[in-house]
């Protein structure tokens, strides 16, 4: 059974950083594809940045160099390490994963088939 499980969130001043992770398990992390997204109240869910099978990664022009992705295939995890917070990345974000053979270098959310619940992120000005 895949399941991703998202945490690391919380409340930071602007400029600050966070780093959030995500648990996966039912697949391997190492040779998918993991996808950042996130939410905020009002607004549409957007990509923030992917980490292909392949190892590369694609950016939201939003994101201007502030954010990092890894993972860390022996405990199985993707990382979003966020650096720089602005009030304006206040949201909930979510991690998502491309498992197949077949897989997308997309920051569309309709190509990810498993999602995590979730973990909110506050930025104070």
């Known amino acids: 059974q895949v399941r991703l499980v998202e945490s690391g969130g919380g409340s930071v001043q602007a400029g600050g950083s966070l780093r959030l992770s995500c648990a996966a398990s039912g697949f391997t992390v190492g040779t998918s594809s993991m996808g950042w997204f996130r939410q905020a109240p009002g607004k549409e869910r957007e990509g923030i940045g992917m980490i292909g099978a392949d190892g590369r990664r694609k950016w939201a022009d939003f994101v201007q160099g502030r954010f990092s992705i890894f993972r860390d295939n022996a405990k199985n995890t993707a990382y979003l390490e966020m650096n720089s917070l602005k009030p304006e990345d206040t949201a909930m974000y979510y991690c998502?994963?491309?498992?197949?053979?077949?897989?997308?270098?997309?920051?569309?959310?309709?190509?990810?088939?498993?999602w995590g619940q979730g973990t909110q992120v506050t930025v104070s000005s």
């Open positions: 998502a994963a491309q498992i197949g053979r077949t897989w997308y270098f997309s920051l569309e959310a309709s190509r990810y088939e498993f």
